[in-house]
């Protein structure tokens, strides 16, 4: 006699029924990604405004003189013979400083370019603001 295997477990659901749940990352990632309390919090210093692009630039600027170093230690050790590195080490080494140097000049650009997008959006809302001020001064009379 063959025993009916019970429903499943908690930990055994089926695909189709995590499918149905209601996701909690999904909505934990929209409201962390709008970053309203950022934009509707009416006095904030400028490291919590900023602090996001100037850790991107932080970072980019480790990572692109990483590259830089790493290019200038391998153009400068050329082609010597009786060194202690291998062939294929070398072409490891040729090829990481360029990819360290445009991560790192890409990190670097996303950073600089993210500052002046907080700024205008900082003013649009500001101005924003005084519309509404002003609006329901009129409206309110």
């Not at 409201?31 to 970072?59: C, F, G, L, M």
């Not at 990483?66 to 060194?83: H, I, K, M």
């Not at 670097?108 to 001064?137: D, E």
């Amino acid at each position: 006699m063959e025993t009916q295997p019970k429903e499943t477990e908690e930990g055994e659901k089926s695909p189709e029924y995590k499918d149905l749940l209601p996701s909690q990352t999904a909505s934990t990632l929209c409201i962390s990604s709008r970053s309203e309390s950022t934009w509707n919090a009416p006095h904030q210093n400028k490291w919590d405004i900023y602090h996001k692009p100037v850790i991107v630039i932080s970072v980019g600027g480790a990572v692109f003189l990483f590259g830089v170093a790493l290019t200038s230690l391998t153009c400068l050790t050329g082609d010597q013979r009786g060194g202690g590195m291998n062939n294929t080490t070398k072409e490891v080494f040729k090829l990481c400083g360029p990819a360290f140097l445009s991560l790192g000049l890409m990190l670097l650009v996303c950073g600089l370019v993210w500052i002046p997008i907080i700024r205008k959006k900082l003013r649009q809302k500001q101005k924003y603001h005084i519309l509404q001020s002003i609006k329901s001064f009129f409206l309110n009379r």
